[in-house]
């Protein structure tokens, strides 16, 4: 099935150790997100790419760096992990007309300890 | 900067009752407003997009309306079953998505 996929699922890091979650989509979608979600936040914009070849950063990029590979893969790097990064990260693609809004990946689970 | 508020956060409702989720923003510059369905541990789901330029958009049981000028949207669930517990989500979309913190809703048997 078309859509946003997103590797791990689940993950536990050790303080200071360092990761990338991998997130691939098959629709041909120019833009491409990074969420965080915490309880009772919402989701919070960590990185956007408008596309191949462009970052930007969102609401919260502190300790994250992300690479848009080519138009259908973005990552997202913790270099150092701390425990405050202790949430589900989305992925999210979005077509270039407005009709088709948003479509998200399935998540990945981060426990820091 | 956007903020997006979503009231109540939690609902709890016998099935068959009719329902009303609220949303509002503080900038009306938006491209389109757009409701998503999350249940627990898993990622979310696409329900209605309404356009800028759009006051209303309907898909089966569910309606969603915008008013841009007042910077709210609802959400309407009508005749609510025990299926349609989970989360709800409104996000506005200025060049980035913002999201609310979500209503989350109890459909009791």
């Known amino acids: 099935n078309a859509g946003v996929t997103q590797t791990p699922k689940f993950q536990v890091l050790k303080t200071g150790q360092s990761m990338t979650l991998q997130c691939a989509q098959d629709?041909?979608?120019?833009?491409m997100y990074w969420y965080r979600q915490d309880p009772g936040m919402g989701l919070r914009l960590i990185y956007y790419?408008?596309?191949?070849?462009?970052?930007d950063k969102g609401e919260v990029p502190n300790g994250y760096n992300v690479s848009r590979l080519n138009k259908r893969e973005f990552s997202l790097r913790l270099e150092s992990a701390a425990p405050s990064q202790t949430s589900v990260y989305f992925c999210?693609?979005?077509?270039?007309?407005?009709?088709?809004?948003?479509?998200f990946g399935s998540g990945t689970r981060l426990t820091v300890v | 900067k956007q903020e997006v508020t979503q009231i109540p956060a939690a609902l709890s409702v016998p099935e068959g009752e009719n329902l009303v989720l609220n949303c509002s923003f503080t900038?009306?510059?938006?491209?389109?407003l757009q409701w998503f369905r999350q249940d627990p541990g898993k990622g979310l789901t696409s329900l209605l997009l309404?356009?800028?330029?759009?006051r209303e958009q309907t898909s089966g049981r569910l309606n969603a309306s915008l008013d841009k000028s007042s910077g709210r949207s609802t959400l309407y669930i009508a005749a609510s079953q025990p299926g349609d517990s989970a989360t709800y989500l409104c996000?506005?979309?200025?060049?980035?998505?913002?999201f609310g913190a979500g209503t989350r809703l109890t459909v009791k048997p």
């Open positions: 309404i356009q800028s330029s759009q």
């Open positions: 996000a506005v979309d200025n060049n980035d998505m913002r």
């Open positions: 790419s408008a596309s191949e070849g462009t970052t």
């Open positions: 629709m041909n979608h120019n833009s």
């Open positions: 900038d009306s510059a938006i491209y389109n």
């Open positions: 999210a693609s979005r077509s270039d007309k407005e009709v088709f809004g948003y479509t």
